[in-house]
């Protein structure tokens, strides 16, 4: 690896350990779900949070959004939200002579982190205005196409346990999400932790630590990781090992698996796996890598039948079961 390959190695392990550490000044314990999350933000991709309510699904965003320089918008999902009130709509001005003219008002889309706060809770009408957004990094409102400003990065939570009222997300948008990630309710110690800090006078804040460029060019260097043939063929022969019609693939699969992942799950593993090698010290992707981020990036892919709804079977179970009889070799 040449000097200057070094050089940008030692720095985006610096400047991520540098934002982790800013955060944990404000978030107690999910250290994993916070460097999942800037995972996300630096291998171009979008997460989905879930977990049952008070565990900081909204705290992390919004304490990630004070440490880095990027402009923020809260958009807090409901049932009579619309897709205007996301993206735009225009607006009628009239000028001191009386000329009337219309006017784009843009929505809180146009940010460069858009958290969408329970976004189960709106229609799936509403919800879809998010995907050309995600997707596309562009949106389209009285009659233009509109690019977003660099990067776009869509954080949505979602309360698994309040299901009443709500609607759950298509399988095509949960697909645009790289990973899906999972907040556990925090132990005896962690519980401790959160009172003593947010029950004092004053609480814990975040300073701003990296700038929008430095975010831009940690990006690249996500990206320009290398990644040997073999590994990839590891991660492609994970992914389609979730798919039942495979003649290799595991009982699990085989009973309780209606479709497998899709392409886009093999991208998010490579993305996803390309950072965590940057985390590693490693200037190669390795086969521990894939496996570190197998979980995050495919649990949502995975679609289950109704007799694993029925046995309350969760994906990763399943996923686990993969790795485990998937040669890395």
């Known amino acids: 690896m040449s000097t200057s390959g070094e050089e940008q190695l030692e720095a985006f392990q610096e400047k991520f350990g540098q934002v982790k550490d800013e955060v ?16 996300c933000l630096l291998a171009k ?33 409901t049932p009579d939200l619309m897709p205007g009130d996301i ?31 329970e976004i189960n809770r709106a229609t799936p009408k509403t919800q879809s205005a998010l995907l050309e957004a995600m997707q596309e990094n562009s949106v389209s409102a009285g009659g233009k196409t509109r690019t977003l400003d660099q990067p776009v990065f869509v954080l949505a939570t979602q309360n698994p346990i309040e299901m009443e009222g709500t609607y759950p997300l298509p399988e095509a948008q949960m697909d645009r999400f790289l990973f899906k990630l999972k907040l556990d309710f925090p132990n005896a110690s962690e519980l401790h932790t959160i009172v003593d800090r947010t029950t004092q006078k004053t609480e814990p804040t975040a300073s701003r630590i990296l700038e929008k460029v430095e975010i831009l060019k940690m990006r690249d260097v996500a990206r320009d990781m290398p990644i ?15 798919h039942p019609e495979n003649q290799n693939c595991h009982d699990l699969v085989k009973k309780y698996v209606r479709f497998g992942v899709s392409p ?11 950072v965590s090698a940057l985390l590693n010290k490693r200037s190669y ?27 309350q079977l969760e994906t990763d179970k399943i996923l686990n079961a993969i790795i485990e009889t998937v040669s890395d070799a």
């Open 228 to 242: 040997a043939k073999p590994v990839q063929d590891y991660a492609v022969r994970l992914a389609l090992a979730t």
């Open 24 to 39: 944990s000044k404000v978030i107690v314990g999910n250290s994993e779900v916070i460097t999942h999350v800037m995972t």
């Open 264 to 274: 886009r799950g093999v991208q998010a593993v490579i993305l996803g796996s390309k």
């Open 285 to 311: 992707v390795a086969n521990e890598d894939v496996r570190s981020v197998l979980l995050p990036a495919l649990r949502h892919r995975v679609l289950l039948n109704f007799e694993a709804e029925a046995e």
């Open 87 to 117: 993206v735009g709509t225009n607006v009628v001005n009239e000028d001191e002579a009386g000329k009337k003219s219309f006017e784009f008002q843009s929505g809180p889309i146009f940010a460069n982190m858009i958290l969408a706060d």
């Open 45 to 77: 991709g979008h997460v989905l949070l879930e977990g049952i309510p008070g565990v900081g699904k909204t705290k992390i965003v919004q304490t990630l959004a004070d440490v880095l320089d990027l402009s923020f918008s809260r958009i807090q999902f």
